[in-house]
Structure formats: structure tokens, C-alpha cells
């Protein structure tokens, strides 16, 4: 009996849809002894460094895709083969999130061109007849995906799945198709289909009770043992998961991140025109010329800076920074920054190393392999001139802000699941100022009491069990305090920007964390009321 990759899951980052952490899928996928799980949220990647980080601590293939529903009723996944694959997959996002409001997507079959075979595409037939499917889904797919075109076959135990399996059938032979397995998996256990139904109904605005057949019709969409997988589905369609996950080479930590080079004159590298600012700053700070402390700190840091290749973070940050000073913008450089005689010649930060001890190891450190990070603060009332600044000089497909992952706390997760269960405003509201949740287990039971509540009834455990569950889960993107992220080509070849709620403002879809684990550099864009 061959291993099994599952080709198609919904993590949490899916919003209010799954069930499971990306690292819970992972890890979950090893111990079942699957040769490689694909992480694939819907018109998202937003949870897919967590993964990475899961996968490689597992030691399991991680496959990188999303889902996508087209408005003309067309589902299916685009799985990522190589780097440009990853690129495409990134860039439809983008054009998929930028088309609608804060937490939507608009895709349509305009909107796609061809991948040249760097993406895999699984159907996943819905309503569409065997007629609708000959005629319009499947010569659309191959148009654009050619022989890179597989069909999702399912087997959630439904009553209608023997009439599709029919169809499909028949649908793979006169098309030729191939048929693979997929799971659909929502969650990492069966266990956790009560919080499923409980997010799907958060999401409808809907108590459970009255969600009827929105809710999935049972707690098949989890990932099941290998041997439950072998008595559901033909050996072939199981082989076929394999021969997907073979082609599937990508690795999230290849990507490639380069800071803009405009801010560079035409005829001299990044080095020589970092050593031209700092020569002028010297000169600046210095009018009687630099004390030799402050050169051998120069010279130690730009070593440093040059091994590190950093040059252009250093140089982006200047012009930013620069810009506000011609503009009569105040601004304050803070932080491990302050360490660096570099930052203070130029004119970054207000530490004068003449006359302090510097530590710039707190800064940058070749042993601990972490990213620079210059916080700067821009007077409040003027801060939007400096993001527009950045958003107008490199463009909105260039720069975006970093996202910032709101997840639920137990208050919140709280109030939503009572509404969930059917608790009235009221009654969730009492229970939720009188319950402190961080009290020992001992005491619930007396503080629930307190409250008026009985604690042996069942609607009171499902609500003290879910919200223990639905704590910490993702709730939304919102965006950063001021982190940019900046790069030299498309960043949407990196990963997605979509719309803020707030207006003229795009973020990227993943957090600070995120950037971090995968060495990409931002800038913080930070703003403070008293210099205003």
C-alpha cells in the first residue's frame, strides 16, 4: 500500500471555514504517515509560513496552494509547482482581493492567463452537469492549465456521491482527465467538527440551530488514517496523490527578496553610495571634523553591514527618512537602532556615539542571523504624507503594509460562541462578567453558580468547551501599526496584497512573525502624538 499526499485542506486562515491551525494539519499529516499535505486556503496563503515552520520541524513535504471560487460557480485548487507557479498563484490573489472589499474576493474565468505547466489545477465539481462540464468547465481548464489538469474525486460518505462518482467516471474517460483523491479537510480530527459547525454559523451571523444545511452534513472533512483513505478510494486515484506531490518542488524558504535599487545613482553600487551619505553625514555631524572613535565605529559597522548585505535596507530607510526632513516632517529614530553610529550620521537616529557607549551587536548580529530593524517615528499628524510618499515612489504593486493577524480572545471568542448556541445578548453578557478565565477549573463551577447558571447543563459545557477551543484562532487581517514591506520587483510575486479597511491603504498577507522566519525586512512607519 503506497503513502498519501492530501491535496486540498482549509486551515483557520480561511476564515471562520477551518477548524485546525496549519501547524495542527501538518503535524497531524506525519503522524498519519501521509507523504505530503497541501495547505490550500481560500484565496490565501496567510497561514502558509506557519506550515513551513511545522513542515520542516516534521519532516514532511508541505505542498503550497489556495482555493478559489470563481463568480461564474467554478471551484477548484491551483497548486504551485516551482517558484513561478508560486508567483502565479500570488499574483491571482492579489487580483482577486484588490477587485473587492476588505475580506472579499472577485475572480472570474477574464481574469486568467496561461501558467506555461508551473501550476496544477484539481476541479472540484459542484452542481455543474456532465453537459455544463464537457462544455465549458473542463475546455476552460485545459485552455489555461493544458495537461497540468486534474479532477478532485471525493468521499465524505454523502447519499449523491455514488450518482457523482458515476459522472465523474464517465467525465475523466471522455475527456481524459485523470481522477485523484482528495480529502477536503477542514479539520485535523474528527473531534473538532462542533467548533467547525460553530465558526460556519459565526460566520452566517446565524445561531447553530437555524444554520439547517448550510452546515456541512457530517465530520468526514477531517484527515483520516491511510487505511480508512484505502478502503474509500481505487489505488489509482491514491497513486495519483503522489504523483501531484512529485512534481511539487517548491520550497517557501527559496524565495529571493531584493530592496529596491532607484535609490541608487546610475554608475555606483549600493556600498559606494552608502560610503558617499555617510561621508557627507560625518561632515554634517561633525563640521570640525569626526572624532577617531566615531570613524573605527563607521568602518566596524559597514563591514559588518556589507557582509550581511544590508546596504539597501540602510539606503531605503535614509530616503525615507530624508524625504521627511525636506518636507519639515519631525521624526525620531528609536530603538536597537540607536546602537549604530551609521544611523546617527545618517540622521536616523539622535544618539551621538562621540559621546556614548554603542553596543551595535543589540542591532544587527551576525550570530543571531536576524534582520535589522530601524522603528521610526513621524509626527502623527503628518504620518499619512511619508506612507503615501512610499506607496507613490514605488507603486502599489511594489509596497504594501505588513498584515497584523487579530485573533480571538477569550472574551470575544466568548460572546460569539454563546450567540452561536443560541444564549441571548443577555445571558452571554452575564456569564462573561462574572467568569474569569484564567480561574482554576475548581472554580468555574462555583463562578458559573454566581452567575445563575446551572453547570452540569449542556449548552454551558459545549459554550466553556468551544471557546477554549476557538481561543487564539484568526479572526481577520488587519494591518500593521506601520511595518512596509518594500521590494525591487512585483511584490505580489512574493506574496498577496489585498485592501485594508482603511482607505488608499493595501496590506500583504502575512504578519511581522512571518516576515521574520522568512528574513524579509520591513521598515516601521511609526507615528508618536508629541511631535506633533
Not at 7 to 22: M, R, V, Y
Not at 398 to 420: C, E, M
Request: glycine letters at 6%; charged letters at 20%; a positive charge.
Amino acid at each position: 500500500m503506497p503513502s498519501y499526499a492530501e491535496l486540498h485542506c482549509i486551515s483557520n486562515f480561511s476564515f471562520l471555514k477551518g477548524a485546525s491551525h496549519p501547524e495542527e494539519m501538518v503535524e497531524r499529516a506525519k503522524t498519519l504517515g501521509y507523504r505530503a499535505i497541501a495547505i490550500t486556503d481560500e484565496c490565501s496563503v496567510a497561514g502558509i509560513v506557519r506550515a513551513h515552520v511545522a513542515a520542516q520541524a516534521a519532516g514532511i513535504q508541505l505542498i503550497i496552494g489556495s482555493e478559489f471560487q470563481l463568480e461564474e460557480g467554478t471551484r477548484f485548487i491551483l497548486i504551485a509547482k516551482n517558484r513561478s507557479g508560486y508567483g502565479y498563484i500570488c499574483n491571482l490573489i492579489s487580483t482577486a482581493r484588490r477587485r473587492a472589499p476588505k475580506g472579499d474576493y472577485y475572480l472570474s474565468y477574464k481574469h486568467f492567463v496561461e501558467t506555461e505547466n508551473n501550476c496544477i489545477a484539481i476541479w472540484l465539481p459542484g452542481n455543474e452537469s456532465l453537459e455544463e462540464a464537457r462544455t465549458k468547465v473542463v475546455p476552460w481548464l485545459k485552455h489555461y492549465f493544458e495537461n497540468q489538469v486534474w479532477i478532485g474525486f471525493n468521499q465524505l460518505l454523502l447519499n449523491h456521491e455514488q450518482k457523482q462518482t458515476h459522472m465523474l467516471e464517465q467525465l475523466s474517460q471522455s475527456t481524459m482527465i485523470p481522477l485523484v483523491a482528495i480529502g477536503s479537510a477542514h479539520m485535523h480530527i474528527r473531534a473538532r467538527r462542533m467548533l467547525r459547525d460553530t465558526i460556519h454559523a459565526i460566520r452566517m451571523k446565524k445561531t447553530i440551530k437555524n444554520s439547517g444545511f448550510n452546515l456541512p452534513p457530517n465530520g468526514e472533512n477531517y484527515l483520516r488514517n491511510i487505511d480508512t483513505i484505502k478502503n474509500l478510494y481505487p489505488l489509482p486515484l491514491i497513486t495519483e496523490t503522489l504523483t501531484i506531490a512529485k512534481q511539487c518542488t517548491f520550497k517557501l524558504n527559496t524565495l529571493k527578496y531584493e530592496y529596491p535599487k532607484e535609490i541608487i545613482p546610475s554608475g555606483i553600487t549600493a556600498t559606494q553610495h552608502l560610503r558617499t551619505l555617510i561621508h557627507k553625514g560625518l561632515a554634517w555631524r561633525f563640521p570640525k571634523g569626526p572624532p577617531q572613535k566615531v570613524q573605527l565605529l563607521i568602518e566596524r559597522e559597514l563591514s559588518i553591514i556589507h557582509e550581511l548585505n544590508y546596504e539597501l535596507y540602510f539606503l531605503t530607510v535614509f530616503d525615507i527618512t530624508d524625504y521627511a526632513r525636506s518636507q519639515g516632517i519631525l521624526f525620531q529614530g528609536r530603538g536597537s537602532a540607536a546602537n549604530s553610529a551609521v544611523c546617527y550620521v545618517l540622521g536616523i537616529t539622535e544618539v551621538d556615539p562621540n559621546r556614548s557607549a554603542m553596543l551595535f551587536e543589540r542591532f544587527i548580529s551576525k550570530e543571531r542571523n536576524e534582520p535589522p530593524d530601524i522603528d521610526v517615528d513621524f509626527e502623527n499628524d503628518r504620518r499619512e504624507e511619508i506612507i503615501q510618499y512610499i506607496y507613490n515612489k514605488y507603486g502599489r504593486d511594489r509596497a504594501a503594509l505588513a498584515a497584523a493577524v487579530v485573533t480571538y480572545r477569550p472574551k470575544s471568542a466568548f460572546r460569539d460562541v454563546g450567540k452561536a448556541l443560541g444564549l441571548n445578548l443577555e445571558q452571554v453578557n452575564r456569564i462573561s462578567k462574572n467568569f474569569s478565565w484564567w480561574d482554576q477549573q475548581s472554580s468555574r463551577t462555583d463562578r458559573l453558580k454566581e452567575a445563575g447558571f446551572n453547570p452540569d447543563n449542556k449548552i454551558i459545557q459545549q459554550l466553556i468547551h468551544i471557546t477554549q477551543e476557538l481561543s487564539g484562532f484568526p479572526r481577520h487581517l488587519s494591518q500593521h501599526v506601520g511595518g512596509f514591506v518594500i521590494s525591487q520587483s512585483p511584490l505580489t510575486q512574493l506574496v498577496p496584497i489585498e485592501n485594508a479597511n482603511m482607505k488608499d491603504r493595501t496590506v500583504i498577507q502575512w504578519d511581522k512573525d512571518d516576515l521574520a522566519v522568512l528574513g524579509l525586512l520591513k521598515i516601521d512607519i511609526l507615528a508618536l502624538g508629541m511631535l506633533s
